[in-house]
């Protein structure tokens, strides 16, 4: 019963939201944010208390700041979302002023292949659609298969309709086919800053560990691509803003393991810069660290 109530309520906000003016949908997007804030659930203690580690020093008025802030940006990235098939090429091209461009431009332009990797900051559906419109270059990502199944179809058709390439996460055959992408000189969009699976890195991220997906440092040194981490902010304004880092290297020496490690550190690493920045635009209302997990998951 949830994950069909879970299904209807995506589906009505694709149907509705997106046929709302901008002004009226942001309103709304800031009034839901307020309300969910307000009842203390689950979600929000749980931001707060991510936040807390990446502001040690913020006192409880200060975390309740920006937590508040946290929802508010995070309702702005679903209501953005449920917007984005409706957005004109002119608005999608206007939505989104990056830094550090030429990283990615010049990556593809060598016919190296790229992979970027972000956390979940700001909006990245609104910088994929802006690679896929403003760039002209399609790239390939994966999505976690949710369940009812009607409702990981319709992230799938709403992210293809963005431009991208959409692979499910289990099954198996995501990595080999991303690889090709690369090798073939294509891009590759990941969202890395949380995986619970064994396969997972362990990194120092604001003091303590958590664990980090292996997969974009892997396909770097297995594909020669170039491995880019990204970072994505709001502001007062409309238009989002964002950050391509410089290249993560693959170190000269030592086992794929060890390689693996260190560059998902550094990964780790621009994340925590981005983040740091801009606290209240991480949508991390999970646990992430290994402290905080319940001990089958961190089994």
């Known amino acids: 019963m949830n994950e069909r109530i879970s299904d209807a309520l995506y589906g009505l906000g694709w149907s509705t939201v997106k046929k709302l003016p901008e002004p009226v949908a942001v309103r709304l997007g800031q009034t839901i944010a307020d309300t969910v804030w307000k009842r203390r659930g689950?979600?929000?203690?749980?931001?707060?208390?991510?936040?807390?580690?990446?502001?040690?020093?913020?006192?409880?008025?200060?975390?309740?700041?920006?937590?508040?802030?946290?929802?508010?940006?995070?309702?702005?990235?679903?209501?953005?979302?449920f917007r984005l098939p409706a957005w004109s090429e002119t608005r999608i091209k206007d939505g989104f002023?990056?830094?550090?461009?030429?990283?990615?431009?010049?990556?593809?332009?060598?016919?190296?292949?790229?992979?970027?990797?972000?956390p979940h900051l700001g909006n990245w559906d609104l910088a994929g659609a802006w690679v896929t419109?403003?760039?002209?270059?399609?790239?390939?990502?994966?999505?976690?298969?949710?369940?009812?199944?009607?409702?990981?179809?319709?992230?799938?058709?709403?992210?293809?309709?963005?431009?991208?390439?959409?692979?499910?996460?289990?099954?198996?055959?995501?990595f080999?086919?991303?690889?090709?992408r690369l090798r073939a000189g294509g891009l590759v969009c990941l969202v890395a800053d949380r995986d619970l699976s064994a396969s997972g890195v362990e990194v120092k991220f604001f003091g303590d560990t958590a664990r980090m997906p292996a997969g974009p440092a892997i396909l770097a040194q297995q594909t020669g691509a170039l491995l880019l981490p990204v970072t994505l902010w709001f502001d007062a304004t409309p238009v989002m803003k964002g950050r391509v880092h410089p290249p993560v290297e693959v170190p000269g020496t030592g086992t794929r393991a060890e390689k693996t490690s260190l560059m998902t550190q550094a990964l780790a690493d621009a994340f925590a810069e981005g983040i740091a920045d801009h606290p209240e635009d991480w949508h991390m209302l999970q646990r992430l660290w290994l402290a905080d997990l319940e001990p089958r998951e961190q089994s």
């Open 42 to 81: 689950k979600g929000v203690l749980r931001l707060e208390a991510n936040l807390a580690r990446v502001v040690p020093d913020a006192g409880p008025e200060r975390l309740a700041e920006l937590s508040r802030a946290g929802m508010r940006s995070y309702l702005r990235y679903w209501m953005e979302s």
């Open 97 to 118: 002023e990056p830094e550090g461009l030429h990283h990615l431009t010049d990556g593809l332009a060598a016919g190296k292949g790229v992979i970027l990797a972000l």
């Open 133 to 174: 419109r403003n760039l002209g270059v399609p790239f390939t990502t994966v999505a976690e298969r949710l369940k009812p199944e009607t409702l990981y179809d319709r992230f799938v058709a709403y992210r293809e309709g963005l431009g991208m390439e959409v692979l499910p996460h289990t099954g198996g055959s995501a």
């Open 176 to 180: 080999g086919t991303l690889a090709r």
